[in-house]
């Protein structure tokens, strides 16, 4: 193996992530301690950014950078830097931003390491993936074939859960309309399972899957910075992870659990009128 395999295997891109994951998680505890206030609104007047959310992918794409100079980078809150290596970071600096501005402890840093990847960080393959959740220092973290950890422990999803038992994950849009939709699906589909939970990060809430915490999640309107990372640690947990009429996940449509449950979960989404 060269010296470029090497630093492009994805447990020495975990490693890289890691390390940079974890000082983003630094600096922005200490960022809101000194106060967050809302920047700018993007898709509507809830969907809010703050200083730290820029401040913070500034730091992780200078460490990126500095690191692998001819990588690209795809986040949330800059313009795509294009690299020429085929390896991609896909970053949600502060995922669960609405958390982070009321101080509700469910927000985390989310970075991916994906090759092939196309505009926008779809359709790679992950290699690998870190989710720091720096309200409980808890960092999930997985590699291609490696299998997925929480400090150190092997994660590993919930088996034979049946749907009328499941605690199920999901999210809600900042388009009121697509709101509107949305809830007639949850109607369709609480009398069903055990349980909704709606956590408010996309990565949190696959990393609960992957931990147990969760049988399932499923959203629709994700972005791959919100998802990229934690997809792979919940496959790596014994997640099945999928989109639109059973093929990968896309801003349309993301649905994990562990695969007998998927397939029921599926079921059901199709009969409240998702294609799942
Ligand atoms: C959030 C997602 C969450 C979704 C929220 C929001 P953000 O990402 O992680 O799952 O329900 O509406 O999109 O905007 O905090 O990075």
Redesign the pocket.
């Known amino acids: 193996m060269t010296q470029h395999e090497a630093s492009a295997a994805p447990t020495a891109l975990l490693e890289l992530a890691r390390d940079i994951a974890v000082r983003a998680s630094e600096f922005a505890l200490e960022a809101r301690r000194g106060g967050v206030t809302v920047a700018a609104t993007k898709s509507s007047a809830v969907?809010i950014v703050t200083a730290v959310d820029r401040d913070t992918e500034t730091l992780i794409r200078s460490l990126i950078l500095e690191a692998r100079p001819d990588d690209g980078i795809v986040g949330?809150e800059d313009v795509a830097h294009v690299g020429t290596s085929g390896i991609d970071w896909i970053v949600?600096p502060?995922?669960?931003?609405?958390n982070f501005l009321y101080g509700v402890p469910a927000?985390a840093i989310s970075i991916a390491v994906a090759e092939g990847a196309a505009a926008g960080g779809v359709g790679g393959t992950t290699l690998a993936g870190v989710v720091v959740n720096p309200s409980t220092g808890e960092v999930f973290e997985a590699s291609l074939g490696g299998g997925a950890r929480l400090a150190g422990r092997q994660l590993g999803v919930n088996a034979g859960v049946t749907l009328s038992s499941a605690l199920v994950g999901t999210?809600?849009?900042?388009s009121s309309e697509r709101r509107r939709e949305q809830a007639a699906v949850l109607l369709e589909l609480l009398p069903q399972i055990r349980d909704i939970r709606r956590i408010?990060?996309?990565?949190l809430?696959l990393c609960a899957l992957a931990a147990g915490r969760l049988d399932a999640y499923y959203?629709r309107?994700?972005n791959a910075?919100?998802h990229s990372a934690g997809a792979l640690v919940a496959r790596e947990a014994g997640a099945r992870v999928g989109g639109p009429r059973g093929g990968r996940e896309t801003s349309e449509l993301l649905v994990a659990a562990e695969p007998g449950l998927y397939e029921q979960l599926a079921a059901a989404l199709r009969g409240a009128g998702v294609e799942a």
């Open positions: 969907d949330e949600d502060i995922d669960g931003t609405v927000w999210g809600f849009s900042y408010g990060s996309a990565a809430d959203e309107g994700l910075w919100d």
